[in-house]
């Protein structure tokens, strides 16, 4: 547990002009050190990582931050659940997915991760602990404060606790991937079949493939297979996520297909054709940058997740006022490193 340990760090960062920066599994780096780099207390959640509250009958679960995606669902399949994620393991931290804003090629079939959320435990220098949502499936309606942690990257307080909304294991799940993708073949697939876990593309090399992925009944992936044909045997790791930069985002659905015309060398675009979301990588981060041009032309939105210097932060330029007032509230002395804050001066 890190809980009780947090005052005394904000005391000591304090007293020797240090800032706090939380770290899970190290996966997300942002490249925001710039020209001189404050010196920095680094608060490790990856012990903080237990399995809090659990009921399956509700479909929630309640853990500390540091726990990861993948043990998260080691524990959840056994009663026939998850987490819908790039796969069932990963090493992300939920806090760190919470914080970094990372959703997955399942928002088109299973909502965005933000909404997973229910409720949180932050530690903020301004208020101390706070909670924000509820515990269970239903609650009252109202701004969500939860949202405001939502891809913050901690600059408004560090999450420590998580809960979340779950997902029934499918019944049967099969996948295909297919080439020279376009709206049309969108289309048709929406006509057998809604909502898809994945409808999308996956872009290497320049060259686009289809991807669609089923989650249900074994009689409709048997249907599937007539109009698609035979499923892919191998296991679905379509996407490596491996590249030291990364970038994620939404742009809207007609761009789509503009979009994975125009992704420049040396780039892996993954796009989610029902929802807009992608996420971009490369060893290359001018490259990205060209790439998070091109998505600003099409008025989609795109926000570092790792290895680059942010290139926007993540929310509308004109709430950047609204910014630096929560700023104020929430860390008044300016304890938590703030990586956004050259998008916003």
């Known amino acids: 547990m890190i809980d009780g340990d947090l005052n005394h760090l904000a005391q000591q960062a304090e007293r020797t002009g240090r800032q706090l920066k939380a770290l899970g599994s190290g996966l997300r780096p942002l490249n925001d050190e710039g020209p001189e780099p404050p010196v920095l207390s680094v608060v490790n959640f990856s012990e903080s990582s237990r399995l809090l ?4 009958d509700d479909l929630t679960v309640s853990v500390e931050a540091g726990m990861t995606v993948g043990a998260l669902n080691r524990e959840l ?33 299973y909502g965005s991760l933000a909404h997973r959320v229910l409720a949180l435990q932050v530690w903020t220098p301004g208020f101390g602990f706070i909670r924000t949502g ?11 404060l939860g949202r405001l942690f939502w891809g ?53 090399r320049q060259r686009t493939e ?27 790791n379509f996407f490596k996520g491996d590249k030291p930069c990364q970038l994620t985002g939404a742009v809207p659905l007609g761009a789509c297909q503009i979009l994975v ?22 060893l290359d981060p001018e490259a990205l940058q060209f790439l998070a041009q091109r998505i600003e032309v099409y008025a ?46």
Not at 266 to 276: F, H, N, Y
């Open 53 to 56: 509250a659990y009921a399956a």
């Open 77 to 109: 399949m056994a009663h026939g659940q998850w987490i819908p994620g790039f796969d069932r393991g990963g090493n992300d931290t939920l806090g760190g997915l919470v914080a970094s804003g990372l959703d997955t090629p399942f928002r088109g079939g």
């Open 134 to 144: 509820a515990p269970v499936v239903k609650n009252v309606a109202g701004y969500s």
């Open 152 to 204: 913050s990257r901690g600059v408004f307080g560090l999450i420590t606790q998580i809960t979340l909304k779950l997902a029934p294991l499918p019944e049967e799940e099969a996948w295909w991937m297919v080439s020279d993708i376009d709206s049309d073949w969108v289309a048709s697939l929406t006509q057998w079949a809604r909502p898809w876990a994945v409808l999308g593309s996956i872009t290497r």
């Open 210 to 236: 289809g991807i669609a992925v089923w989650h249900g009944r074994r009689a409709m992936v048997q249907h599937l297979a007539g109009n698609l044909g035979k499923a892919q045997d191998q296991p679905m």
């Open 261 to 282: 015309k125009e992704v420049p060398a040396g780039v892996d675009l993954l796009m989610e054709w029902q929802s807009g979301w992608f996420v971009a990588e490369s």
């Open 300 to 345: 989609g939105v795109a926000v570092t997740l790792r290895g680059m210097p942010p290139i926007a932060a993540p929310f509308p330029k004109p709430m950047a006022t609204i910014y630096r007032r929560l700023r104020q509230h929430y860390d008044p002395r300016g304890i938590l490193v703030d990586p956004w804050q050259v998008c916003v001066s």
